[in-house]
């Protein structure tokens, strides 16, 4: 069962298209990487080699 995390100010914001698009702190957050490819992913996950660096 996936853990609920209520959304707070920071979190995300609406892109020009539309969507929500998290931030930093959302990931942080959450506590893991999801391995999407996401814009502002803290743990340094690359689509193209499918690693993540964690940043320091």
Partial sequence: MKKYIPLEDGDYY???EG???FTEQYH?????CC????RHC???Y?????STNKKS
């Fill in 28 to 32: 942080l957050k959450r506590g893991y």
């Fill in 35 to 38: 391995e999407s490819g996401c």
């Fill in 14 to 16: 609406l892109t020009p």
């Fill in 46 to 50: 690359n689509k193209n080699t499918n």
């Fill in 42 to 44: 803290p743990y340094g």
């Fill in 19 to 21: 969507y929500r698009c």
